[in-house]
Nanobody, 115 residues
Framework: QVQLVESGGGLVQPGGSLRLSCAASGSISSIHVMGWYRQFPGQQRDMVALITLDNKAVYADSVKGRFTISRDNAVNSVYLQMNSLKPEDTAVYYC?????????WGQGTQVTVSS
């Protein structure tokens, strides 16, 4: 099973930017949809952005115009460029893709937006 490792999280001031990376241990060239999700304390994990093999992307309304998802199948990676960050973007961010009726998740990376 492909394992996912997220990186790039950290502490950033409001209005700042971060780029999250998700490195897969195997090929993602046959994984139709990959995505970024986030989880606030005590809440369920929600979709942030999804990207298909032909690079079609969808975004949660709360991040449209600020976040950009991309994928590079040659290096088995998915990215999330986050601009104009707000304190309400503070969460643990996960990379994932569906496997049957379940999801394959990475371990997550913390993003904290605070002055």
């Amino acid at each position: 099973q492909v394992q996912l490792v997220e990186s790039g999280g950290g502490l950033v001031q409001p209005g700042g930017s971060l780029r999250l990376s998700c490195a897969a241990s195997g090929s993602i060239s046959s994984i139709h949809v990959m995505g970024w999700y986030r989880q606030f304390p005590g809440q369920q994990r929600d979709m942030v952005a999804l990207i298909t093999l032909d690079n079609k992307a969808v975004y949660a309304d709360s991040v449209k115009g600020r976040f950009t998802i991309s994928r590079d199948n040659a290096v088995n990676s998915v990215y999330l460029q986050m601009n104009s960050l707000k304190p309400e973007d503070t969460a643990v961010y996960y990379c994932g893709f569906p496997v049957g009726l379940s999801m394959n998740w990475g371990q997550g990376t913390q993003v904290t937006v605070s002055s």
